[in-house]
């Protein structure tokens, strides 16, 4: 049964709202704020990764509307670096405007559209296996094989592909033509179906039609294809349903 918890109103799903997120306490804990309903799974997989060495940890967990909207216009404005897709920096000079749109999103959700206004996905790492003073960077380099956290994330494929990941999932595990892999992000699947469901194409106009966006006449006359191509373009989450 879906927890009476995961019924949510349009401003949690698009950033605007924190009445889903667990409370100051619990994020203090966690180490980032979370949905209240991912608290319980998430602590009982950090479990497990302890049990096998690793040190589970959260370097991103929710984020609103407002932080999402600052990433995105200081890329759209050049004022942070835009990615190509193998994480070398671009010459957005040289972009057309709908280029530098769907180069934006390679890396960086629509805001409204990112996974992280919902406090079900997250960005983690093996504390255990990073360095004194090593700033987590969340690039490939870092998650790859011979990586410094390529240990954890062999061990969570095995969880995830045994169906033993207690609902997370990899939405971002291969490249499918919208967002780039980032094997460092994770969702947990119970909840983030039914946002995903909530969250239409509609409602995604609405709120950026609302919002100060940077390109915004670009994003809105693409938007249904942002939202096919990295919306709901997703790895599969059969095994953790
Ligand atoms: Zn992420």
């Not at 690039?139 to 969880?159: I, K, N, Q, S, Y």
């Not at 995830?160 to 094997?183: H, M």
């Amino acid at each position: 049964m879906v927890p009476a918890t995961t019924v949510a109103r349009p401003a949690n799903l698009v950033g605007q709202s924190e009445t889903h997120l667990c409370s100051a306490e619990d994020a203090e804990l966690l180490g980032a704020r979370v949905h209240r309903d991912a608290i319980e799974p998430f602590v009982q997989l950090r479990a497990a990764a302890a049990a096998e060495g690793f040190h589970l940890a959260i370097d991103s967990g929710f984020r609103g509307f407002e932080r999402q909207l600052s990433i995105w216009n200081r890329k759209a404005t050049g004022q942070l670096t835009v990615l190509d897709g193998e994480a070398r920096p671009l010459d957005i000079g040289r972009l057309k405007p709908r280029e530098l749109v769907f180069a934006i999103l390679r890396w960086s959700a629509l805001p409204g559209a990112s996974r992280h206004h919902w406090g079900t996905d997250l960005d983690v790492y093996d504390q255990a296996a990073r360095p004194e003073g090593y700033e987590i960077q969340l690039v490939p380099a870092e998650v790859e094989a011979g990586g410094m956290f390529a240990p954890l994330h062999e061990w969570l494929d095995r969880r995830i592909a045994g169906g033993s990941a207690f609902g997370f999932f990899r939405p971002y595990d291969v490249d499918r033509g919208g967002v780039a892999p980032e094997r460092w992000h994770l969702s947990y699947g119970p909840v983030a179906s039914t946002y995903l469901r909530l969250l239409t194409l509609d409602l995604l106009r609405e709120t950026v039609e609302r919002a100060d966006l940077g390109l915004k006449d670009v994003v809105i006359e693409n938007l249904p294809e942002i939202y096919r191509r990295f919306v709901i373009n997703l790895g599969n989450n059969d095994a953790t349903a």
